[in-house]
């Protein structure tokens, strides 16, 4: 692991507390982001994250006033303890998922979102699930991006709820809120903040794009024209070829990302 990261405050508006989950898949640990306008007394909280280790009483006792619950994305590592953070702090859950929403709406896209003068948009991004949101905070110039975008390394497409043409798609649309000089920093939901919006966010196209490249290499090797989806063992002799470089212990996550690759190259109009 590189630079140590442990949360903190960010901006006028944010802090970060550091869930105790650490692993291969969540890095330090997921980040439950809470944001408060200067001199306003409620908060929101994005990603309420897992139940490990009492983090739902640090919330509790770390928020004062919260006035809404927001999720990026299903995954339980940031939802399981949304319900009982809403219902110690009597507000709603709010998630793109109806499935995931307690005592509130669905969020719609380029909904603006209102807390005592705090501002927050919402832009749907799917592609590490399909479910997948973040949320511009323009007063900051910043951008929760949940799991589309990680602090470290990339981030997985989580095949087949996620989609790369839809992950394609979502990072193109955040280059271009960083292109434009709407969001110059990212705040991301596993490992520590992003100075460079718009260079990470080109980084992260360059680097999908190499791999989709590597994964038509390996299939030309393996004699394999166009991937056929009933074929189990293809993503794993694809894994092998194209990952020699990558600690095998992440061979189980690249999978995955394989996966989601052989279905776009399988759907991709010739
Ligand atoms: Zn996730």
């Known amino acids: 692991m590189s630079e140590p990261w442990a949360g903190g405050s960010f901006g006028e508006r944010a802090r970060c507390l550091l869930a105790p989950n650490p692993g291969l898949m969540t890095l330090d640990g997921t980040n439950s982001w809470v944001l408060t306008e200067p001199g306003a ?24 006033d919260v006035a809404l619950v927001l999720l990026t994305h299903h995954h339980y590592d940031h939802s399981e303890v949304a319900v009982d953070l809403a219902t110690r702090k009597d507000c709603p859950v709010r998630a793109l998922d109806p499935a995931y929403c307690f005592d509130g709406d669905p969020l719609a896209d380029e909904e603006v979102i209102d807390v005592d003068g705090l ?10 699930t399909a479910d997948s949101v973040s949320f511009v905070v323009p007063a ?77 290499s390996a299939l030309a090797r393996l004699g394999v024209a166009v991937p056929d989806p009933d074929d189990d063992h293809l993503p794993r002799r694809v894994v092998e070829i194209v990952y020699q470089d990558v600690d095998e212990s992440l061979w189980g996550a690249a999978e995955w990302s394989v996966r989601a690759q052989l279905a776009y190259l399988a759907e991709r109009p010739v």
Do not use: K
């Open 41 to 64: 007394s409620r908060s929101v909280v994005v990603d309420p994250g897992p139940i490990e280790d009492g983090h739902v009483d640090e919330l509790d006792e770390q928020t004062g």
């Open 119 to 128: 501002r927050l948009r919402v832009v749907t991004t799917p592609g590490h």
């Open 140 to 216: 900051e110039g910043a951008l929760l991006s949940g799991d589309m975008v990680l602090g470290r390394g990339t981030t997985v497409v989580a095949h087949p709820d996620g989609q790369l043409g839809a992950y394609f798609e979502s990072i193109e649309r955040m280059r271009s809120l960083a292109a434009s000089g709407e969001v110059a920093t990212i705040w991301p939901a596993h490992g520590p903040v992003l100075d460079d919006a718009l260079g990470t966010l080109e980084y992260y196209l360059v680097h999908r794009r190499q791999r989709l490249g590597q994964v038509e």
